[in-house]
Each structure stands twice: as C-alpha cells, then as structure tokens.
DNA sequence: GATGGTATTGAAAATCATTATTAATAGTAA
DNA sequence: TTACTATTAATAATGATTTTCAATACCATC
C-alpha cells in the first residue's frame, strides 16, 4: 500500500460526482449546456442529441461523421470540445484501450461497467452494486471522496472461446 | 444489458491469463524475454530490468530515459516495441487517461488496483479479493473466460478536499 | 568457434488522435 | 437593436506511438 506522487496530473477541475442513474433522461439538452457553464449553439445542441440518442460506445470521430450528415459545416475541433467538456464533468465516461481511439458514451443515465471480448470486441454492459459499494468502502478507508471510476473486464466471450 | 460489435477490434493475441500473484519474482528476465517467443538482446534486458525493479507506474518516456543513461545507444523505438509486447501478454499492465501518455507497471507480482487523487495525482495501490470474485462471478454469468481487467477509482484524497 | 539465416535494432519519417490558433460569426444581456 | 464575448470552422501544430528500412546482433547448426 504506497502513496506516490505522479509529475503527469490529470486535467479534470469540477469534482462534482454525477448521480448513478437515469435522472437526467428528460433533462432538455438546453438546460444541460447551460448547466456545462456554456452557451447554447446550434452545433452543440447537435452534437449533445446524437451523443444521447445515438450509438453508444462511440469515438470522437464516429459522432463527427454522424454530425456533419446533419449540418457539413460543423468542425472538428468543434465536437472534441465539447466531448471534452462533457467528459470533464461527467455527463460522458470516457474509456481508452490500447492505442485506439478513445471511446464515449452518455453517463448520466443508469451506471454500469463493461465486459469486452479481445478477440471479437463484443461489449456486454453490466451493473453490480456489491461492487460499487466495495468501491466505495476502500475509498473511504483512505479517506478518498469518489467522483468516478473505470471498471473494465475483458477477456474471451463463449463464442470466441471455441473458436 | 446489450451485446454490440465493435470496429475498432482490440489487437492482443495471446489469452493466456497470468497469475496474479509474485510467482515471476525469481524467474531470470532471459527466461520471460524466451517466455515471450522473442530472441534474448541486450536492449531488451537492459529494458526488461527497469521495467522489473524500477520505479513503478512508469511512461515509456521515463523508462527510455533511465535505459539510455546505461546505455545512449538504445533507440525510442525498440523501448515501445518491447513494452507493446510486455503489455501484449499482459507482463505489464497499461493505463491510459485523458490525452496522457500510457503509463505502465510490471505485473507479474501481487495484483493490485488504483485509487488516484485526481487534483494532485497521488496514487494508492489497493487489493481487494471480494472485488475479483464478484468479477469472476460476473464473467462466469455471461459465459466469458476473463484475462484481466482495469479498475481505477478517481476521487480527491484527504487532503485535496481541504483545497 | 565460425557461419548463415532471420529477428532485431536505431534513426528518421510517418501516422493519427487530439489540441491550439485565429479571424470571422453567433449568442445573449441590456 | 446593439455591443460584448464566447464560440466556431479551418487549418496548423502537437505529441505520443508506429512504421520503415538498411545495418547489425542473435543463435542454431555446422
């Protein structure tokens, strides 16, 4: 059990832990850029209703090309902003593997983690509360206050396992 | 709970699960180097020993610069192609957040996850085996056969909550 | 111990996701 | 509507990681 001090810091500043559930699911997207600290754009509006009724598990460039067959003209720095600003607050996890691209999705509905297949890539999402509340214990033994977390189980899927 | 098919496939070949526990500690590094069907050189011995006994929750950076104090001849690359294969078969264990550089550790010794301050970056290595059972009890009820896993806790520590 | 075939290497260039820059535009408070 | 400022699109820049390729080092076999 060792405490370190790390030179790269992660880049996140509110620490305001979403709550694990769907309580934001009739939440307009106005009231959310809004609640973000940011203006209302048409191009965010845009982006916030693909990332919320769209695919899930998506790339940054996935939800551009989604983006732009709506509206051409919206950028690509435009939608890793917000991304970016979603992420730092929470209302999307964001999950990193290997040297791929990161991949997204809408946090703020019911909370759960993933079981991947290496060999196919197929997701099973999954929620088990005997595991938050451990979580949340260890936390507590070292005097932490949780804001998120990334739980990721990966591994052969049946299918995959017979070849 | 929804099965999907990624397309962006994760690029490990190998499944073997090592153990989780210290039984590598007196294994010689030539023989894991052999172990990773790779012929033994002096870059990757040189490597494969700060990777063993240097300092923990290491960048790829960090490590090519203890290598080339040793010996300046060592090329970024080969450092990167080595690690790729350590993480590959699960030697090493690699986590990425935010835009960061990969860090890695050796881990092939007692298994461990993390709980990181998220404001100053400390890092405390905690076990927990009610946690991994829950986890094989998970895989087990989706049919998958797991090989590893990453759980990282975020929060503010102690002190970070008292600015 | 020498030899030959092949994996490995260093250096530099290439890649690719992500971020910064900047001048132009759109949101919004008054 | 006006005026102020945040936001935008386009593009260049960044930075970590990977690839390329000719030169070299391993190592099984002699």
Same mark, same amino acid.
């Given at each position: 059990?060792?405490? @370190? ?8 500043? %509110?620490? /305001? ?7 934001? /699911?009739?939440?307009?997207?106005? /009231? !959310?850029?809004? @609640? ?11 982006? #916030?209703? !693909?990332? $919320? ?9 996935? !939800?551009? %090309? ?18 970016? /600003? #979603?992420? @730092? ?6 999950? $990193?593997?290997?040297?791929?691209? +990161?991949?997204?999705?809408? +946090? +703020? ?9 290496? $060999?196919?890539?197929? &997701? ?6 005997? &595991? ?5 214990? !260890?936390?507590? $033994?070292?005097?932490?206050? #949780? ?17």
């Amino acid at each position: 059990m060792e405490t @370190e001090q790390s030179s790269y810091l992660p880049v996140s500043q %509110e620490q /305001k832990a979403l709550p694990k559930n769907d309580s934001y /699911k009739n939440v307009p997207d106005k /009231k !959310i850029i809004r @609640e973000l600290g940011l203006k209302v754009t048409q191009q965010r509006l845009l982006i #916030l209703d !693909i990332v $919320r009724n769209g695919p899930n598990h998506f790339t940054a460039q996935e !939800i551009y %090309e989604v983006v732009t067959e709506k509206n051409p003209d919206v950028g690509f720095a435009t939608v890793y902003r917000f991304l970016k /600003k #979603l992420s @730092e607050q929470h209302f999307v996890t964001e999950v $990193r593997m290997g040297g791929m691209p +990161a991949r997204y999705e809408w +946090a +703020a509905k019911k909370h759960h983690d993933h079981l991947t297949c290496t $060999r196919c890539g197929s &997701i099973v999402e999954f929620e088990n509360q005997k &595991i938050e509340d451990l979580q949340e214990q !260890i936390a507590d $033994r070292h005097g932490f206050r #949780l804001t998120h977390h990334i739980l990721e189980l990966y591994g052969l899927c049946g299918e995959c396992q017979n070849q």
